[in-house]
């Protein structure tokens, strides 16, 4: 499993905003490159961006930001946050990221899906999916649809993406642990490359979360920055549970 420390992006600042809500937000820096390398240093395997001004406006504002990460780090870069179209996933493919992480609009419209899968191999894009009681969020999470979260997965799984992206919204930046019920059953229906992300807090999290042996990674954000988890020490446990597995 690997680990995936987050950074969200507002105005060119690093925030994290509570459950997704605006005025929840906490600033923690007006330097993405710095936090970037030090989330490297300290032996992050992928780093995770969220664009949220594209996510509430539609617009990508972070590009250049986004593409000094690629050129400056090591590790490989997935972005998401507001890639409506097909221009935006090229921009952020063309910089150099690793992969796009798209959502509102593929849920709205399965067509969208397909065609960037089409269009860039399932291999480059991962979906996002945000759940509330069980049923698939969008628009921030400012809206619930009537799909049920994990037959959405298992379709979007069918359709050929690469990778999900989970988020149980309950958990999201409350440190209150992953919903590893809804990982469970998620696992056991997909063939595509799983990511847990929110509600990481702890040590005994990420070892819960790398004993599940087909999860590919877990999405680690306010924990990193709170200081409740250290990368390290985050990393290190994962890969002591792979060596585990391997042995046995």
């Not at 969208?112 to 969008?138: E, P």
Request: glycine content about 12%.
């Amino acid at each position: 499993m690997i680990i995936l420390p987050a950074i969200d992006l507002l105005d060119g600042k690093v925030v994290r905003l509570r459950q997704g809500k605006l005025d929840q937000k906490t600033v923690y820096s007006d330097d993405p490159l710095g936090f970037a390398r030090r989330w490297e240093e300290e032996g992050g395997n992928c780093l995770h961006v969220v664009d949220l001004d594209a996510a509430f406006t539609g617009e990508q504002r972070n590009l250049r930001i986004v593409e000094k990460l690629v050129t400056s780090l090591n590790i490989p870069v997935q972005v998401g946050g507001g890639i409506r179209s097909i221009k935006a996933a090229k921009e952020l493919l063309g910089v150099g990221a690793e992969r796009v992480v798209v959502g509102t609009k593929a849920i709205e419209e399965p067509e969208f899906l397909n065609q960037l899968i089409s269009t860039f191999g399932g291999g480059k894009i991962a979906m996002s999916v945000d759940a509330k009681d069980g049923k698939v969020a969008v628009k921030g999470w400012t809206d619930v649809t009537e799909l049920d979260a994990i037959e959405f997965i298992r379709k979007v799984d069918n359709q050929g993406v690469g990778t999900i992206v989970f988020t149980d919204i309950a958990t999201d930046g409350m440190l209150s642990g992953p919903n590893l019920p809804a990982l469970e059953k998620i696992l056991a229906c997909t063939r595509c490359r799983i990511i847990s992300s929110g509600g990481v807090a702890n040590l005994d999290q990420i070892r819960h979360l790398s004993a599940m042996p087909r999860l590919y990674g877990v999405i680690i954000g306010k924990a990193l920055f709170d200081g409740t988890v250290d990368l390290g020490e985050a990393v290190a446990a994962a890969n002591a549970a792979a060596d585990a597995r391997g042995a046995v």
